[in-house]
């Protein structure tokens, strides 16, 4: 069982540049998540999906954008990153018990 | 403001010794608490979960205490492996997704 998967797991780029993380998760969760971990500071949420083709903001949404196509895909989209982007991100799912079930990150580097 | 703290923010122990994280809250609603441990470069991944009605829960040498009147939380490591070594993570729901909240998490170092 995979659970979530994220791609790529590490990736640097210029700033300006438009950048797509992908999470796929196989659980059939209508939740889904994404976050970034900063060191020092707890995982902030920067967007939300309850449900395919619903999405929210959450804590640190400027400069990001989701979609929510299918109940599977969550992708996170940079469309001019920015230095303080610099991060690493975390896709997660949760299902009808609330547990959050999260991929192994990818680590996003902007210069 | 829905806050969770995180105590100590480091710890370095030897090899099968105890110890024990502490959590506090303010997050409301409550729903539940969860700890996470997280491996460098890892995602977090769950190791208990608790509502308000429990007030302690085992998962192996792992055991997590709630005490909802105070909003305390406490992880408590029997016996200390290497692999423990990692960064443990404390996270309240409100109810709804969207209102994880979680701490700045506490970063244990097991040495031989």
């Known amino acids: 069982i995979a659970g979530i998967t994220q791609a790529p797991t590490s990736q640097i780029l210029a700033a300006g540049r438009r950048m797509t993380l992908r999470c796929t998760q196989d659980?059939?969760?209508?939740?889904m998540y994404w976050y970034r971990q900063d060191l020092g500071l707890g995982l902030r949420l920067i967007h939300y999906s309850n449900t395919a083709g619903t999405t929210g903001k959450g804590e640190v949404p400027d400069g990001y954008s989701v979609s929510r196509a299918n109940t599977d895909d969550f992708p996170l989209t940079l469309a001019s990153a920015v230095p303080s982007q610099t991060s690493v991100y975390f896709c997660a799912s949760s299902g009808v018990f609330g547990e959050l079930f999260f991929g192994e990150g990818s680590r996003l580097t902007v210069l | 403001k829905n806050q969770v703290e995180q105590s100590p923010q480091s710890l370095i122990i030897l090899e099968g010794k105890n110890c024990t994280l502490q959590?506090?809250?303010?997050?409301?609603?409550?729903?539940?608490l969860r700890w996470y441990k997280q491996d460098t470069g890892r995602g977090p991944v769950s190791l208990t979960i608790m509502t308000f009605s429990e007030n302690t829960k085992s998962n192996g040498r792992y055991t997590a205490t709630l005490d909802a009147d105070t909003k305390q939380s406490s992880l408590h490591i029997t016996a200390s492996q290497l692999s423990d070594s990692a960064s443990y993570i404390c996270v309240v729901s409100g109810g709804y997704g969207q209102n994880f909240v979680f701490g700045p998490g506490t970063r244990l170092s097991v040495l031989p």
């Open positions: 959590c506090n809250y303010t997050v409301s609603p409550f729903s539940n």
């Open positions: 659980m059939r969760h209508n939740a």
